[in-house]
Every structure is written in C-alpha cells, then in structure tokens.
C-alpha cells in the first residue's frame, strides 16, 4: 500500500527556518492535490497549505507569507519551506492527498522553542 513518509522537522528557535520532505510511495502523485497538515496534542489534525496537480497553491491564513508548499512530480516528494518560524507552530507535520486520503504518516515533528 502506498505510504508517505514525512522528513526535516526538528528544533527551531523562534524566527528559523525548517524545509519539511514528503516522499510518495505510490504511483500516481501528479494525479492528485497534495496538501501538508498539522496537529498538536489533543487537537484535531488542521490543514496548513495544499498544491493542486497543476501547481496552484493555497496556504491557510495563518501561515501565508511564511511557509511555501511546493512539489517535484518527478521524485514523488512534496515540500512546505516554512520561514519566520513561530511557536505557535510547533505541532506535528502531515502530508496527505486531500481529495483522496491515504494512510497516514508518522509526520514530522516541529518545534519551534527558544
């Protein structure tokens, strides 16, 4: 069965920078819209930003200006460049189909902590 595996989380102090991987098993990843999300302990899994097939993207308010998804159909991997990195953004990392969900991950954790 098809996984994604999500990589490049770590500790940040407030202010840094982290590129988060999302690497696709599957074959067909340039078939759908890939989305990241996160989720913090006792919260719901939240979305944070997605990449149609055709490369358009959409980023949740909170991190617009910040983070940037992008994707590489050819490795099978998507990415979420996150920059002024805040506290509040401290969670676990998913990468996901949105319109056709798969298993998920074990995510990356992010901390973000002075």
């Known amino acids: 069965q098809a996984q994604f595996v999500e990589s490049g989380g770590g500790l940040v102090q407030p202010g840094g920078s982290l590129e988060l991987s999302c690497a696709y098993s599957?074959?067909?990843?340039?078939?759908?819209?890939m989305a990241w999300y996160r989720q913090t302990p006792g919260n719901q899994r939240e979305w944070v930003a997605s990449?149609?097939?055709?490369?358009?993207?959409n980023h949740k308010d909170f991190v617009r200006g910040r983070f940037t998804i992008s994707k590489d159909n050819a490795k099978k991997m998507g990415y979420l460049q996150m920059n002024s990195l805040k506290a509040e953004d401290t969670a676990v990392y998913y990468c996901n189909f949105p319109n056709s969900l798969g298993p998920w991950g074990q995510g990356t954790q992010v901390t973000v902590s002075s």
């Open positions: 599957g074959s067909s990843f340039n078939m759908f819209t």
């Open positions: 990449i149609s097939r055709g490369g358009s993207t």
